[in-house]
């Protein structure tokens, strides 16, 4: 079977799956299961531009995700006007002195020459303008917390709408992979891993701590939507009228009418990044991006800046991540900081990349669907087979008892399972790099 076959019949096998649990579940769990599919092939993809494309080792994927959530917040939700009023200036003022504190260290470094007057210079010029921003931040966030603090207890937003938070998620994520890239790229790979990851954890712990801003663990629940809510469905003519016309129930309907509708929003992102991913990829700048990431002392000596390439391409996929991150909390309708878990959920986009075939745009995106597929549904799927090799012992059969209440934990074994049967018998992934 040639390649491009074989690469339709494992997407048409997907496709197959899905109306499997559309047809023994329900159409709500397989949409359901599609959504966050098309969402983890976007991130997938992002860490696909970063591994595949340059070998940059990111395990800080959730923490770029987090900030595309962020995004959500700060672009969509409404403005609290009492605590815009008792800390709005504050904050402005806080964010300038940081500003002023950073620049000034920058353009101390750069202006002095090298010795122990620049050190206790910039050492000065940091821990002054920490205490100087601290003292005006502190007092301002507990002024905007006590607002309100049961209903709202933050700033709010701009009440925009929430498909523009895409976008800005993903400049967000963008602008903190700057950041990160010019600290940690130099750092050899597994270095690089190490500092991605404790980054991500920051960004995490920032989020669940600074109230004012995104109410920590108390959540940010009711954001706005793209797409039409079900109650609103339901009491449209139009709508019934095409329930009627289907044969459905209006209820039932209008919720596959809304997860419809965010499926052709998703699919739009997604073949969107893919078609630019795989211009970029086929591009002189991919075939550069390959090369350094093959050979680093050799595309140097041909006069590449190896660094500054690492920083591009780290950004661009961070800006993948950031914009899927964005779509996950429009998804959920809310933004829950405690739900990013950095190691657990970083450990599965990796496996997506892996098992699709790193270096590979589309082998990154059947990965996603693959691995998500499997972690939604292992546990049905575990539940049944347990069932199956049961259905000959007693009904209070003790291993009989132990084994079907075990299928609730069959995922991280379904995962193992299916790395080592890809890394058996297809090394390089599903779908692997040409």
């Given at each position: ?26 159409w ?21 531009i ?52 950073v ?43 006590k ?36 600290i ?37 629940s ?16 139009w ?23 965010y ?98 745009n ?7 669907f ?23 012992m ?35 992934g ?5």
């Amino acid at each position: 079977m040639s390649r491009p076959a074989k690469n339709i019949l494992m997407f048409a096998l997907m496709a197959v799956l899905f109306i499997l649990v559309g047809q023994m579940q329900s159409w709500n769990v397989a949409l359901s299961i599609f959504n966050l599919c098309l969402i983890s092939s976007i991130m997938a993809l992002g860490v696909n531009i970063q591994w595949g494309y340059a070998g940059l080792f990111n395990v800080g994927v959730m923490g770029f995700a987090a900030l595309g959530g962020l995004a959500t917040v700060l672009i969509s939700t409404r403005p609290e006007p009492e605590a815009l009023a008792a800390g709005g200036v504050g904050i402005l003022l806080s964010a300038i002195l940081g500003i002023l504190t950073v620049g000034s260290a920058i353009f101390t470094y750069k202006r002095l020459p090298k010795g122990n007057l620049r050190t206790l210079l910039m050492l000065v010029i940091i821990i002054g303008g920490l205490f100087l921003t601290r003292s005006v931040f502190g007092p301002t966030t507990s002024a905007i917390e006590k607002v309100n603090a049961a209903r709202a207890g933050n700033i709010g937003g701009l009440g925009l709408p929430i498909l523009l938070a895409w976008p800005f998620g993903g400049l967000l994520a963008g602008c903190a992979a700057w950041v990160v890239g010019k600290i940690a790229l130099g750092l050899r790979s597994d270095y690089l891993a190490i500092a991605t990851l404790g980054i991500s954890e920051i960004i995490v712990a920032i989020l669940k701590q600074e109230d004012w801003m995104t109410r920590g663990v108390k959540n940010i629940s009711g954001l706005a939507r793209p797409v039409p809510y079900e109650i609103n469905l339901q009491k449209s003519p139009w709508f019934l009228d095409l329930a009627t016309t289907l044969g459905a129930d209006p209820v039932t309907f209008s919720s596959i009418f809304v997860k419809l509708c965010y499926a052709i929003l998703f699919s739009m992102v997604l073949l969107a990044i893919l078609w630019l991913s795989e211009k970029a990829l086929k591009s002189p700048w991919g075939r550069m991006m390959r090369a350094i990431r093959d050979n680093e002392v050799s595309a140097s000596a041909m006069g590449k800046d190896i660094k500054a390439r690492h920083l591009q391409v780290f950004i661009l996929g961070s800006v993948v991540v950031g914009i899927a991150g964005a779509m996950l909390t429009t998804l959920d309708g809310q933004l829950t900081p405690s739900a990013y878990q950095p190691l657990r959920f970083t450990f599965l986009i990796w496996v997506m990349v892996i098992v699709g075939g790193s270096g590979n745009n589309w082998g990154a995106v059947l990965g996603g669907f693959v691995i998500w597929f499997f972690w939604i549904e292992a546990e049905p799927i575990g539940l049944w087979l347990m069932q199956v090799i049961t259905s000959g012992m007693a009904e209070d059969n003790a291993l009989r008892s132990h084994l079907i209440e075990s299928a609730a934990h069959m995922r991280l074994m379904t995962m193992g399972a299916i790395l080592l049967l890809v890394l058996r018998f297809s090394p390089k992934g599903l779908i692997p790099e040409r």
